[in-house]
């Protein structure tokens, strides 16, 4: 079974331009989430899609948004990129189930740099 | 709410010492927990689970014991490898959200 897929898995940006990540789940797998890894501060929830609507949100502002595709891809964009959004940006499925008895699953990561 | 904490990092070993890195948590209820291991250059995977009080969860000679008197999820191996060089992140889930609770991560590196 193929794993979470991600693309691209570099990207080098401009202040002030935007970005598209995508995201490829697991086969059947309904729920994806995104997390944004920085070295300060550690893992961050950003938000969950699951059967193509937005179920949970963290605490990001409006330049972060995403959407859920039929096929359960999903994609995050982010607009008027700022220094501090350099990130490793982590996608996750799982079924979407309660997560005491559901387990996500994570892709490799993009890796966004902003200069 | 949910959280989990988890001791600063790095934590820095000899190959074949002994590992432990602490991992505490506040819920409501009766959570489950996880430890998750991230390589590096690669995403999270799931290293190891516990369901209920007392339950131990092993894998790759990793084990953690779910302790709820001490709301406690301890990782331990008896002789770490330069290849168990990673970052541990451990979780909590519950039956009341679709997303776990991480915790900040613990860095080890193992010298040969």
């Known amino acids: 079974k193929a794993g979470v897929t991600q693309t691209p898995r570099y990207l080098i940006k401009t202040r002030g331009q935007q970005v598209t990540l995508s995201c490829s789940p697991i086969?059947?797998?309904?729920?994806v989430s995104w997390y944004q890894q920085t070295p300060g501060q550690g893992l961050q929830f950003l938000f969950e899609y699951f059967s193509e609507t937005q179920r949970n949100k963290g605490n990001f502002p409006g330049r972060f948004s995403g959407r859920q595709f039929s096929n359960s891809r999903s994609e995050m964009n982010v607009s008027t990129l700022e220094l501090g959004d350099s990130a490793l940006y982590l996608c996750?499925?799982?079924?979407?189930?309660?997560?005491?008895?559901?387990?996500?699953?994570f892709g490799p990561g993009t890796r966004l740099t902003v200069l | 709410g949910d959280s989990v904490t988890q001791m600063e990092g790095p934590v820095t070993l000899s190959e074949e010492a002994f590992l432990t890195i602490n991992c505490t948590y506040t819920a409501t209820g009766y959570p489950s927990l996880f430890w998750y291991v991230q390589y590096p250059g690669e995403g999270l995977q799931l290293l190891l689970k516990a369901t209920k009080a007392d339950d131990k969860g092993s894998n790759k000679g990793f084990e953690a014991t779910y302790r709820k008197e001490t709301t406690s999820f301890h990782l331990e191996k008896g002789s770490v490898q330069v290849s168990d060089s990673a970052v541990y992140f451990c979780a909590l889930g519950s039956g009341g959200s679709y997303i776990p609770t991480f915790g900040r991560g613990t860095s080890l590196i193992v010298h040969p």
């Open positions: 086969s059947g797998h309904r729920s």
């Open positions: 996750a499925s799982s079924l979407g189930g309660a997560s005491d008895t559901d387990t996500q699953y």
